[in-house]
């Protein structure tokens, strides 16, 4: 009876919670690019998408999360973008078409 309680106290909760969004409208987030330019994550271009939080640090089914939810627990670089990782999941690009990198990179 109390597991049952518990699972109806949970699904009740659960249906009043609202969607985090990735980051704040208005925030961003500049990392150095590494001599390649600044890479500035943007919170309303992906709110404004739909992006939550869970997108992106949550695992899926049996795919683990794209992004730790600590602050530097994650290496990203163009290697692991251009595999499908962490920003290329979502971002295709290719190392060859160096003509794209400032859709990204700002120097």
């Known amino acids: 009876m109390k597991l049952l309680l518990m699972i109806l106290f949970i699904t009740v909760s659960c249906s009043f919670a609202e969607n985090v969004y990735a980051v704040e409208s208005g925030v961003t987030i500049t990392y ?33 999360a794209l992004f730790e939810m600590k602050k530097g627990a994650d290496v990203i670089n163009m290697r692991k973008i251009e595999m499908g990782k962490s920003c290329g999941y979502c971002h295709s690009v290719s190392l060859s078409d160096t003509s794209s990198c400032s859709t990204c990179h700002h120097k």
């Open 32 to 64: 150095s690019g590494k001599g390649a330019g600044e890479v500035i994550f943007n919170g309303t271009v992906h709110s404004e998408k739909g992006s939550i939080c869970a997108d992106c640090h949550e695992p899926h089914g049996l795919s683990l």
